[in-house]
Structure formats: structure tokens, C-alpha cells
Nanobody, 118 residues
Framework: QAQLVESGGGLVQAGGSLRLSCAAS??????IGWFRQAPGKEREFVAG????????QYADSVKGRFTISRDNAKNTVYLQMNSLKPEDTAMYYC?????????????WGQGTQVTVSS
């Protein structure tokens, strides 16, 4: 079972950028998804990437601002977040699997907090 560890979160002003990392144990021959959950809200899909990087998916709310990528030599998936907005504030999680529903994903990381100030 994959073990995932997120990093890179923090506090940033609106319009700023952050890059999140999801480090996986062992070989990464599986898709990875990024999800986020704000207080009082359901966990929502943000972006996903297939095991070979050929298929990318984005939520409409982040399309054009966020970019997902992966480096399988480093067993790491990245989420580059630009033009951040206060509504992007949430705990961000990476998970192993494919699709857009949280139930399609198995192993989850512990999360990294992203806070965007206005």
C-alpha cells in the first residue's frame, strides 16, 4: 500500500504562488490525485495525474491556475498553484488512485495546510 507525504503548504497573499509536493514510498505506478477540504465543507477534487503523466485532470475552479506534474524518478507528484485566491484556503491532500471521487482513491497523506490571505 502506498504511503504518501505532502509538503509545501503555508501562508501566502492572494495572487501568490505555492508548490505542493506529494512524496510516495516505493515505485509510483499509480495515479495521484490532489484534493482539498475547507472547514465545514466536503473534500473536493482539485487535480489528478495518471501514473505516466499522460492524463491530467483539473477541477474547473483551478483550471488555468494550478498545474499538476510528476517526477517518477523522485517518486514525487507536484501541484503548482499560481494566482491563489482566498477561496483556495484549505487542507490539501494527495491520494493514490484515479478518477474525481474521493472514494476512488485508496492511500491518503496526512495533508498540508494552505492559507491565502486577502
Amino acid at each position: 500500500q502506498a504511503q504518501l507525504v505532502e509538503s509545501g503548504g503555508g501562508l501566502v497573499q492572494a495572487g501568490g504562488s505555492l508548490r505542493l509536493s506529494c512524496a510516495a514510498s516505493g515505485r509510483t505506478f499509480y495515479g495521484i490525485g490532489w484534493f482539498r477540504q475547507a472547514p465545514g465543507k466536503e473534500r473536493e477534487f482539485v487535480a489528478g495525474i495518471s501514473w505516466n503523466g499522460a492524463v491530467l485532470q483539473y477541477a474547473d475552479s483551478v483550471k488555468g491556475r494550478f498545474t499538476i506534474s510528476r517526477d517518477n524518478a523522485k517518486n514525487t507528484v507536484y501541484l503548482q498553484m499560481n494566482s491563489l485566491k482566498p477561496e483556495d484556503t484549505a487542507m490539501y491532500y494527495c491520494a493514490a488512485g484515479s478518477g474525481r471521487a474521493a472514494g476512488d482513491f485508496g492511500s491518503w497523506g496526512q495533508g498540508t495546510q494552505v492559507t491565502v490571505s486577502s
